[in-house]
């Protein structure tokens, strides 16, 4: 008798694997038709999720902010990915440091979170154009969010990186990606083209193939053309609004599977010159309830609002342009500081009605700092460092070029000719046809003379000489994210006129700031006479210690009218203080460096300085100056702002 064989390795690991293997395959995230709800790996699933943006908080603090979401009792995020933020040229992507797409996911999954995505590749989100890159505006006549092929070829150029990076993170794939939004509130846009949106599907489908749920989302008055076959519709809306007509509406569209808000306003977003928005606790905890009493999944938009550094705030078009605030703070559960406020526990003693919340305390805020007031230097005028900020020299034009033709993507251009005539009289200074985007700040022989304004101011009175050097300061305050959709081209759009005269023979000097303030300052100019009292575009700068210990901390600046700010060479954003509602900076505890060493602050100021320049950091925001009645716009009796557009 033969004797026995000991069983080999691979048939007893063969049962393991097999069993890992099926796990595999049982994991999933689907639509569950015949009883209106989610399967999450074949098990009733729903997600109560709130959206926060990795582009709007410094990468050093994405866990801090995930941790408290998480503790909060949300089992998803939702986020956006902003195409401009990664692909700055074309055919050049960033996806390093603070846009690090990867890494995020990652931090994410850590916090034990799921994911909703929304690509695009239009975003919204009050964000520069929308998401959309400004050099698709090189070619002017380009029809963003169409079928147009100059569109198309830049959408799948874009698509073709951005999606084989996130496809290992879908959930079937091992992970947490669970759905994935086509465009984004694409009923609200003009167009409504079907072609498009099937071009957008046929895509996403090829790329990360059919087994990955892919949604649209739109407000009520938006399922007609946001819709499209194949795509599971969701729809948006906040507390005040009418939910079980609105859900009723979404059924037409949607008759069966899980109801959704992909939106649930906790808040609202700022214009400059309009009052700090809110939304009351009872309002979002029983608009919460409600909805989650029907079964519904939510996503809470937002959960925590994060800050538009730099250039990247957004704008509308309601009539006139409204440019956003520095702070996207929202109002949200979690602070512009990431600190949890009253709406976050009464929100998650709702959703512990609902489910389980992780145990244990939510972090307490973290540690805020004050400090001086401190007094800033005048560096010098802009004009002084226009050999620094534009060293390749300016661009000639017989008519004045757009931001977009001479491919400057953000902030400033100085446009410089010279008077053909004299002018005795004050007479009318003034871009035809709104023709100016968006604020102008002219200076006559380096005198500054005064503001327009798109919408707003159209004209200043002048006085000059033959010869005279006439600069115009332009300003893109940020491109238009909803609204018209229009493409919003920046700069002088039209050549300006002197009374009837058109003035021609410009000078272009796309102006390279940010350069400047982290590499050059401080530069030595020589010693000229200053005015007393300047005004106009200056410089000012300050070094300061922090003898005790650091902590995040919020800029003011009393006084001061209207500019940009960097701390340590980081683009803090925009101040306009004379306009408001928002009074304060948000400056996070990693962009200050601790005992030992200096830190530097510097402000372009663009039209008049206090008589005592200082800056201070409280251990508060100060985001509704309505206090101080400095607002400039204000919504007329009965009118509605419309709550409709991310």
Request: glycine residues 8%; proline residues 8%.
């Amino acid at each position: 008798m033969a004797p026995k064989r000991s069983p080999c390795l691979s048939s007893l690991l063969l049962p393991f694997l097999t069993l890992l293997l099926h796990q595999a395959d049982t994991r999933s995230f689907v639509v569950d038709r015949d009883h209106n709800r989610f399967l999450l790996n074949g098990v009733p699933f729903r997600y109560v999720s709130g959206s926060l943006h990795y582009f709007r908080v410094p990468r050093v603090l994405w866990a801090d902010r995930l941790f408290k979401m998480r503790m909060s009792g949300l089992n998803a995020i939702q986020f956006y990915v902003p195409w401009n933020y990664h692909e700055p040229e074309p055919g050049v992507y960033n996806f390093n440091g603070s846009r690090d797409l990867i890494a995020f996911l990652n931090e994410a999954n850590k916090a034990n979170l799921l994911v909703i995505l929304r690509p695009g590749p239009y975003i919204c989100a009050e964000w520069e154009m929308g998401g959309l890159p400004s050099w698709l505006l090189r070619k002017p006549k380009i029809h963003l969010r169409t079928s147009d092929p100059d569109f198309l070829a830049a959408v799948d150029s874009w698509f073709q990186v951005l999606l084989p990076k996130i496809y290992p993170w879908l959930y079937h794939n091992g992970g947490n990606i669970i759905s994935i939004q086509v465009e984004n509130e694409y009923g609200s846009y003009k167009a409504c083209d079907f072609s498009y949106m099937r071009h957008l599907a046929g895509l996403f489908r090829t790329i990360l193939g059919d087994k990955i749920l892919l949604f649209t989302t739109d407000g009520p008055e938006g399922l007609k053309c946001g819709t499209l076959q194949g795509l599971y519709t969701t729809v948006d809306f906040g507390p005040a609004d009418n939910m079980t007509k609105i859900f009723t509406q979404l059924r037409k569209y949607e008759p069966h599977g899980p109801l959704v808000n992909s939106e649930y306003y906790t808040g609202w977003l700022d214009y400059w010159g309009q009052n700090h928005s809110t939304r009351s606790i009872p309002a979002v905890t029983k608009g919460l309830e409600n909805m989650l009493k029907l079964g519904a999944s939510v996503n809470m938009y937002m959960f925590h609002g994060g800050t538009n550094f730099g250039y990247w705030n957004g704008a509308d078009e309601k009539g006139y342009f409204l440019p956003i605030t520095t702070s996207y703070d929202y109002d949200a559960p979690l602070s512009e500081a990431g600190d949890p406020t009253p709406k976050l526990f009464a929100l998650r003693n709702v959703i512990s009605k609902f489910q389980e919340i992780p145990l244990g305390p939510l972090p307490a805020p973290s540690p805020k700092m004050m400090l001086g007031p401190l007094t800033l230097h005048l560096d010098g005028s802009l004009l002084a460092f226009l050999d620094f900020l534009c060293p390749q020299g300016p661009i000639r034009s017989i008519l004045p070029m757009t931001f977009e033709a001479v491919k400057q993507d953000h902030g400033f251009m100085l446009y410089r000719t010279h008077l053909v005539n004299t002018f005795t009289e004050p007479t009318s200074f003034w871009v035809p046809n709104n023709g100016l985007h968006d604020r102008a700040y002219v200076m006559v022989n380096g005198v500054f003379q005064g503001v327009l304004e798109r919408n707003i101011k159209h004209r200043l009175f002048l006085t000059g000489k033959m010869g005279d050097k006439l600069d115009v300061l332009v300003e893109n305050m940020g491109r238009l994210s909803f609204g018209s959709n229009s493409s919003d081209f920046k700069g002088l759009l039209e050549p300006p006129l002197m009374g009837h005269v058109v003035l021609t023979q410009w000078l272009m000097f796309p102006l390279k700031i940010d350069n400047l303030v982290k590499w050059w300052f401080p530069i030595q100019l020589p010693k000229r006479s200053q005015p007393s009292t300047p005004s106009g575009p200056t410089f000012y700068s300050a070094t300061f210690p922090i003898l005790g210990l650091v902590g995040d901390t919020f800029l003011y600046l009393p006084g001061w009218s209207k500019g940009q700010v960097w701390i340590n060479g980081f683009n803090l954003g925009r101040y306009w203080t004379k306009r408001g509602p928002q009074q304060t900076l948000y400056v996070p505890k990693p962009l200050l460096f601790p005992r030992g060493t200096f830190n530097k602050i510097t402000l372009l100021e663009l039209e008049n300085v206090p008589p005592r320049p200082q800056i201070q950091f409280l251990d508060r925001p100060i985001l509704n100056s309505t206090l101080y009645r400095t607002y400039l716009y204000s919504l007329s009796a009965g009118e509605q702002m419309e709550l409709s557009g991310h």
